[in-house]
């Protein structure tokens, strides 16, 4: 069965830092990873997909099959990132494993 | 596009009673999906439709059921409700059936609060 860990439920931290959220997946095939993140009092939106391999907001995930991770990075966190990220993985028809998510909090 | 749109936005139910949830897709998406999502948790996967056929069903429940009608929008329906079905639905609609790549576009939500 497919899982996806997201081992840290709150990030800290300052503005102009780097940041990484964490992200393992489990998986018995070829895995299709994505990002979701949900900004206060708005939905569910996609951030990026391995796929597409493109940066969005300037984060970026590679897909690391040797060590079953998509990490989430930024080089340097903004106010505005501060939000509920979502790890996820699609398992046929885009059906969609979540994380738990982790909640990334920017300080001025 | 107004996006997904789903209703009611926020229900209480006691336990033991029935409640149907609403979703409206996207214009031109065929495909509906169902979450549940509980506090602190990530959402999990309850149901997909495309063509009115279901595709795919999460390890919930039969007290769970769903349907999608013509127009493409769909139902969800939870009998002899319990106090854990308290979460947020989540509704989301893509356009492709079988595109695993498919970007998935959530609606607001529906909150349940069993009492």
């Known amino acids: ?108 | 596009d107004a996006g997904v749109t789903q209703s009611p936005t926020h229900l209480i139910k006691t336990r033991g009673q029935q409640v149907t949830l609403r979703c409206s897709p996207i214009s031109g998406h065929k495909s509906v999906s169902w979450y549940q999502q509980v506090l602190g948790q990530g959402p999990q996967f309850i149901f997909q439709y495309y063509e009115k056929e279901e595709r795919g069903r999460g390890n919930f429940p039969d007290r769970f059921s769903a349907r999608q009608f013509p127009n493409y929008s769909s139902e969800l329906n939870v009998n002899a409700l319990l106090l854990g079905d308290s979460a947020l639905y989540l509704c989301a609609s893509n356009q492709l059936a079988g595109g695993r790549t498919d970007t998935q576009y959530f609606g607001p939500g529906t909150r349940l609060t069993v009492l």
């Open chain 1, 1 to 108: 069965a497919q899982r996806v860990t997201q081992p840290e439920k709150l990030l800290s931290v300052f503005k102009g830092a780097p940041v990484e959220l964490k992200c393992n997946y489990s998986y018995s095939g070829s895995p299709e990873l994505f990002w979701y993140v949900q900004y206060s009092r708005q939905r569910l939106q996609l951030l990026l997909r391995h796929i597409s391999r493109e940066s969005i907001k300037g984060f970026t995930a590679d897909l690391n099959k040797g060590e079953t991770s998509f990490h989430l990075k930024k080089p340097f966190a903004q106010e505005e990132d501060s939000a509920m990220y979502y790890c996820a993985l699609s398992s046929g028809y885009s059906t969609l494993t979540f994380g738990k998510g982790t909640m990334l909090l920017v300080s001025p």
